[in-house]
Antibody
Framework: QLQLQESGPGLVKPSETLSLTCTVSGGSISSGNYRWGWIRQPPGKGLEWIGSIHYSGSTYYNPSLKSRVTISLDTSKKQFFLNLSSVTAADTAVYFC??????????WGQGTLVIVSS | EIVMTQSPATLSVSPGERATLSCRASQSVSTNLAWYQQKPGQAPRLLIY???PRATGIPARFSGSGSGTEFTLTISSLQSEDFAVYYCQQYNNWPLTFGVGTKVEIK
């Protein structure tokens, strides 16, 4: 059974870069129909898609974040990564990673709360 | 960007009753629509994909319908574990977008 687990700092200072890792277990990260995604949820609010990556390296980003986002992956480690630069308090959220099959998401990681504060 | 509008914002339902949730897209998404359930402190769980097929392990009381711009998620007989927030998501166009959610609460 495929499982995903987010990891990374829970506190990031304003203007710095938020960096998260998603580790995939129980399955392959290198499958043609899958795009691995990052989604976030500010406290008490709804879901926002950040971006997705195919194992070939093709990336897809939300235009609202595109200038600050980089998603990459390491197939040998079965991990994919999120970098979000120049963060502000508005980037405080629970960050989820998820497997995207034809761009719906299942399963999801448990999520990790990242607070942007000095 | 396709805007997904969900209604109502909150739905108060008694256990055993039927719940009908709506999701409208600002332009056609064909049947490229998914529904998720999220409980407090948990990640969203996929219920429905491609507008109507249920995801693995999802009970038959959950059903999805619609195409184009109008979609419905129906829970035929609400169980205690169904009280949660429900989101729709379109994946017909980039960027992928979610609705703001419908909270199903106990009446």
């Amino acid at each position: 059974q495929l499982q995903l687990q987010e990891s990374g700092p829970g506190l990031v200072k304003p203007s710095e870069t938020l960096s998260l890792t998603c580790t995939v277990s129980g399955g392959s990260i290198s499958s043609g129909n899958y795009r691995w995604g990052w989604i976030r949820q500010p406290p008490g609010k709804g879901l926002e898609w950040i971006g997705s990556i195919h194992y070939s390296g093709s990336t897809y980003y939300n235009p609202s974040l595109k200038s600050r986002v980089t998603i990459s992956l390491d197939t040998s480690k079965k991990q994919f990564f999120l970098n979000l630069s120049s963060v502000t308090a508005a980037d405080t959220a629970v960050y989820f990673c998820a497997e995207g099959y034809y761009n719906w998401f299942d399963p999801w990681g448990q999520g990790t709360l990242v607070i942007v504060s000095s | 960007e396709i805007v997904m509008t969900q209604s109502p914002a909150t739905l108060s339902v008694s256990p055993g009753e039927r719940a009908t949730l709506s999701c409208r897209a600002s332009q056609s998404v064909s049947t490229n629509l998914a529904w998720y359930q999220q409980k407090p402190g948990q990640a969203p769980r996929l219920l429905i994909y491609s507008a109507s097929p249920r995801a693995t392990g999802i009970p038959a009381r959950f059903s999805g319908s619609g195409s184009g711009t109008e979609f419905t998620l129906t829970i035929s007989s609400l169980q205690s574990e169904d009280f949660a927030v429900y989101y729709c998501q379109q994946y017909n166009n980039w960027p992928l977008t979610f609705g703001v959610g419908t909270k199903v609460e106990i009446k």
